[in-house]
C-alpha cells in the first residue's frame, strides 16, 4: 500500500500568542494540480497515532473510496492547555475558535490547493476536542461545512450555543456516543454521564432541522471505539 507522507510544522497564533503546531497529513499521490478537502482535528496528535488516520486515509485513498483529502491535526501542548482551549467556558476558547477560523484556515488555503468553501472543510474531535469542534461550526458556519463528533462533552453553554444557531443548513453532523458512556472519568476528577447529554444534543440538533448521523455504539469513553470508527466517519462524509 502505497503511505501518504506526515509534516511536522509549526505556525505562530496571534491570536492565541503562541506556537501551534501542526500535524499535515498528505496522500501518497498527493499534487498541486488536485484540489483537496480539508479535515482539521483538534487532539490532533492522538487521531494520528491513536486514531491512526494516516493509515487509514492511505488504505481508503488506494481503493479509491474517498475524496482527496488534506489532514491536519492540532495537537494540545497538555491537559491544562486543552481544557483552557477547547472547554466553553476556558480562558482560551474564543481565541483558539479565531486561530481555526482565521489563521489556520487562511494558512491551510495558501499553502496548500484547497477547495475554499465551507464544504470542503471539516472538523473532527474526540470528547472536549469534539466540543470545541462543534464549537467551531456554530461560531463560522460559513468556513467549515462538516462535523464529525466522536462522544462530545455536552454543557449547558454547548447546549445554548445550538439553540441559539439559526443556520441548521450550514453544516452536516456526524455524532457517534458509546451506550457504556455513563461514567466517564474527568480529567478534573470525578464522573460525568456523557449518554444523556449526548442524546439530548441530537434531539436538539435534530429539531433545529441539521443535517444529521447519529449512532450510539456498544462500547465506553475511549480509542478502542473511536478508532474502528473513523473509516466509516470518512466514507459517510468523503465518500465517492
Not at 484540489?35 to 496528535?45: E, F, H, M, R, V
Not at 429539531?207 to 478508532?227: A, L, M, P, R, V
Request: aromatic share 12%; charged share 25%.
Amino acid at each position: 500500500m502505497n503511505k501518504g507522507s506526515v509534516q511536522d510544522l509549526t505556525i505562530y497564533s496571534n491570536e492565541l500568542q503562541e506556537e501551534m503546531q501542526l500535524l499535515v497529513y498528505l496522500p501518497s499521490n498527493f499534487s498541486p494540480l488536485y484540489k483537496y478537502t480539508l479535515i482539521i482535528a483538534s487532539d490532533g496528535k492522538d487521531y494520528f497515532q491513536l486514531g491512526r488516520l494516516p493509515r487509514i486515509a492511505d488504505e481508503l485513498l488506494e481503493n479509491n473510496e474517498i475524496e482527496n483529502i488534506i489532514f491536519v491535526g492540532v495537537p494540545y501542548k497538555d491537559v491544562k492547555d486543552r481544557s483552557s482551549k477547547y472547554e466553553p467556558t476556558g480562558e482560551k476558547h474564543g481565541a483558539y475558535l479565531r486561530f481555526l477560523a482565521h489563521e489556520l484556515v487562511p494558512y491551510l488555503d495558501e499553502h496548500y490547493p484547497t477547495y475554499q468553501v465551507g464544504m470542503g472543510r471539516a472538523l473532527i474531535g474526540d470528547s472536549l476536542a469534539a466540543t470545541v469542534s462543534l464549537s467551531a461550526a456554530l461560531k463560522y458556519p460559513n468556513i467549515f461545512g462538516r462535523v464529525i463528533l466522536q462522544s462530545p462533552k455536552v454543557s449547558d453553554e454547548l447546549m445554548k450555543a445550538v439553540d441559539g444557531f439559526n443556520s441548521a443548513n450550514s453544516f452536516t453532523v456526524y455524532h457517534v456516543i458509546g451506550k457504556g458512556e455513563t461514567e466517564v472519568k474527568l480529567t478534573s476528577g470525578g464522573t460525568a454521564d456523557f449518554l444523556e447529554p449526548n442524546r439530548e444534543l441530537n434531539n436538539l440538533m435534530k429539531n433545529k432541522g441539521f443535517s444529521i448521523f447519529y449512532e450510539e455504539f456498544d462500547g465506553d469513553h475511549t480509542w478502542k471505539h473511536w478508532q474502528p470508527d473513523l473509516k466509516r466517519a470518512l466514507l459517510q462524509n468523503f465518500g465517492l
